[in-house]
T-cell receptor, first 112, second 113 residues
Framework: GDSVTQMEGPVTLSEEAFLTINCTYTATGYPSLFWYVQYPGEGLQLLLKATKADDKGSNKGFEATYRKETTSFHLEKGSVQVSDSAVYFC???????????FGGGTRLMVKP | DVKVTQSSRYLVKRTGEKVFLECVQD?????MFWYRQDPGLGLRLIYFSYDVKMKEKGDIPEGYSVSREKKERFSLILESASTNQTSMYLCASSLPHSNYGYTFGSGTRLTVV
């Protein structure tokens, strides 16, 4: 079945550092891939998505590229801010299915 | 702005009470979901519904039931609340296929005492 694996957290960075959160998936065919962000005490918000191989999703300075050859969708940001502190979830979805498959989430802590 | 609205941000209930968590979406989405989120356990699916009056069990349905009488509303019911149901509850909705992603509500933090 489908699965999504994210790096364990927490990831602790200083402000303006470069961020990478790794996400790899197992799925047949061509799923869509998503990154969601959850700020403290809130629900999940869609951060970015990509629907086919080599697509790059981007939003708020975050980027992720759909790499089918490595089955990965790593999240990157060039310069993090304290306000980026949150939990980040990678997920995949299918054209023929009702449900997203989520990774376990990665907590990011950014220190001033 | 499209929305999924959960009726309460914070709830405190007593053990044994019947608890209703309400979720309403204004996007005419077919699918609706209830998850609970606990530290170290990620998101766990309780129930979902793909149409009015339809429901499917998720991974952890024990102790819960759901109701979907109207397309826009999906209610989660704790028949007899217990302390191990203290958690963050998240509602989401989506179009019929998951490649469109979900829209989540803001969550309800439930404490059972």
């Amino acid at each position: 079945g489908d699965s999504v694996t994210q790096m364990e957290g927490p990831v602790t960075l200083s402000e303006e550092a470069f961020l990478t959160i790794n996400c790899t998936y197992t799925a047949t065919g061509y799923p869509s891939l998503f990154w969601y962000v959850q700020y403290p005490g809130e629900g999940l918000q869609l951060l970015l998505k990509a629907t086919k191989a080599d697509d790059k999703g981007s939003n708020k300075g975050f980027e992720a590229t759909y790499r089918k050859e490595t089955t990965s969708f790593h999240l990157e940001k060039g310069s993090v801010q304290v306000s980026d502190s949150a939990v980040y979830f990678c997920a995949l979805g299918r054209n023929a299915g009702n449900m997203l498959t989520f990774g376990g989430g990665t907590r990011l802590m950014v220190k001033p | 702005d499209v929305k999924v609205t959960q009726s309460s941000r914070y709830l405190v209930k007593r053990t044994g009470e019947k608890v209703f968590l309400e979720c309403v979406q204004d996007m005419d989405h077919e699918n609706m979901f209830w998850y609970r989120q606990d530290p170290g356990l990620g998101l766990r699916l309780i129930y979902f519904s793909y149409d009015v009056k339809m429901k499917e069990k998720g991974d952890i349905p024990e102790g819960y039931s759901v109701s979907r009488e109207k397309k826009e509303r999906f209610s989660l019911i704790l028949e007899s609340a217990s302390t191990n149901q203290t958690s963050m509850y998240l509602c989401a909705s989506s179009l019929p296929h998951s490649n469109y992603g979900y829209t989540f509500g803001s969550g309800t933090r439930l404490t059972v005492v």
